[in-house]
């Protein structure tokens, strides 16, 4: 199995940007899909972007397109999502998935791996 770990959440001022990363361990992450998620207090888990394994297909929900961009790097086992033009409803933990067969790439249930969560706080 594959041991994810988020990075670079913090907070930030509406209209900033941050990077966060997804360092895989255990396993290479290239045998892997791509989902990042995010859930903000009292709501569900939501979907935000999705890469295949390697990286030619993107996917992302719509209040994040054209914001937010991601991307891994299987030689170093790392996933990305660059988040440009913050808003405060990007206030949320930002987590990264993996999964093996994943054909409905906004569903948590097709992710099999999960990592810690990384915070991401956006002030007004």
């Known amino acids: 199995q594959v041991q994810l770990v988020e990075s670079g959440g913090g907070l930030v001022q509406a209209g900033g940007s941050l990077r966060l990363s997804c360092a895989a361990s255990?396993?290479?992450?290239?045998?892997?899909?791509v989902g990042w998620f995010r859930q903000a207090p009292g709501k569900e888990r939501e979907f935000v972007a999705f890469?295949?394994?390697?990286?030619?297909?993107?996917y992302y929900a719509d209040a994040v397109k054209g914001r937010f961009t991601v991307s891994r790097d299987n030689a170093k086992n790392t996933a990305m999502l660059q988040m440009n033009s913050l808003k405060p409803e990007d206030t949320a933990v930002y987590y990264c998935?993996?999964?093996?067969?994943?054909?409905?790439?906004?569903?948590?249930?097709?992710?099999?791996?999960w990592g810690q969560g990384t915070q991401v706080t956006v002030s007004s």
């Open positions: 890469i295949t394994r390697s990286g030619g297909s993107t």
């Open positions: 998935a993996a999964g093996t067969d994943v054909r409905y790439q906004s569903a948590t249930y097709e992710y099999d791996f």
């Open positions: 255990g396993r290479t992450l290239s045998r892997y899909t």
